[in-house]
């Protein structure tokens, strides 16, 4: 679909139409960042009542962006595709005529399995990875599907007596995780579920995290994760951190591991390998910043 064919769009340009009226993208961007921000803020102090059915799940987009776009709350009736990188291949999403009936099937599943109660951490995590899965392959609204998603999903699994930590989950991970899931590799994004669903590696990373921003490093657009156990992983040291150590690995990810898996002769700077061991990161705690 052009620019110009698009209903949601500002005639001639690529600015979605907006309640405020804003001309460009910037401005747009920064305004819908910061008031969807503070409605995802109010709906995580105070989740908003649902049956996690197809209305719930309407409703929750609604809120966030409310004060941005007057089609909120509402499924998208164009055809929407991305490309994985500029240039590449578009992937189309649901087509619009099919949303409703796809976001039922869906949700119908999910009531079957009872709302993902009573399941173990690791369990819950591997079925709600696919839940946000599909969903995103659905991406029924013309923006905003990934926040909507995620507001979702932690409603989901606060009333299954978990908790999902998206705040130590990049930007950039996120997004490969849903390119590749896409793709038909769920692989990647349930292994980000076990992560944010383990306070053990909660920890190690909010650590990090913590120590990548005070030190002005754009966190948010590397490949942030702990090591998996069984991977082979070469870069250089960034520093230690109690028993664990952080790793800026030849690809450019940012990788935290356990200093057991380590010689504690390596130095901050020193280029090194290593395979790591347990995924058993109980010992990722306390210490001095990296």
């Known amino acids: 679909m052009s620019e110009s064919s698009d209903p949601y769009l500002y ?8 309640i405020p009226g804003i001309p460009n993208t910037e401005e747009l961007t920064a305004f819908e960042t910061l008031n969807s921000g503070a409605r995802m803020y109010e709906l995580r ?11 719930h799940f309407k409703a929750i987009h609604k809120y966030i962006f409310q ?3 007057l089609w909120a709350g509402q499924f998208r009736t164009t055809l929407l595709g991305k490309a994985q990188f500029v240039g590449g291949r578009v992937t189309y999403f649901t087509p619009p005529h099919l949303l409703e009936h796809e976001a039922q099937r869906i ?5 079957r399995a009872n709302l993902l109660k009573g399941l173990s951490r690791s369990e819950f995590a591997r079925k709600a990875a696919r839940l946000l899965v599909e969903l995103n392959n659905l991406h029924p609204y013309r923006e905003g599907n990934g926040r909507t998603q995620r507001i979702f999903v932690e409603a989901l699994a606060r009333q299954a007596g978990q908790t999902l930590h998206f705040d130590v989950v990049s930007q950039e991970r996120m997004i490969r995780a849903s390119i590749l899931s896409t793709a038909g590799d769920s692989t990647m994004m349930i292994r980000l579920f076990q992560e944010i669903t383990d306070p053990e590696r909660i920890r190690p990373l909010s650590r990090a995290i913590e ?9 948010n657009t ?3 994760a702990t090591a998996t156990a069984g991977q082979e ?4 040291l960034v520093g230690r951190d109690g028993a664990a150590f952080m790793m800026r690995t030849d690809s450019d990810q940012i990788i935290i591991g356990q200093q057991a898996d380590i010689s504690a002769d390596i130095r901050s700077g020193e280029h090194f ?6 995924s058993d990161q109980s010992n990722l705690r306390g210490g001095d910043a990296p």
Do not use: C, E, I
């Not at 390998?273 to 347990?278: P, R, Y």
């Open 273 to 278: 390998s290593f395979t790591a061991g347990s």
């Open 45 to 55: 102090l105070q989740p908003s009542a649902g049956n996690f059915d197809v209305g």
């Open 11 to 18: 005639p001639g340009t690529d600015v979605l139409k907006n």
């Open 107 to 111: 949700l119908d599943g999910l009531h």
């Open 222 to 224: 590397t490949y942030l």
């Open 211 to 219: 120590f990548l921003a005070a030190n002005r490093f754009a966190w």
């Open 67 to 69: 004060d941005v776009y």
């Open 233 to 236: 992983y070469s870069g250089k």
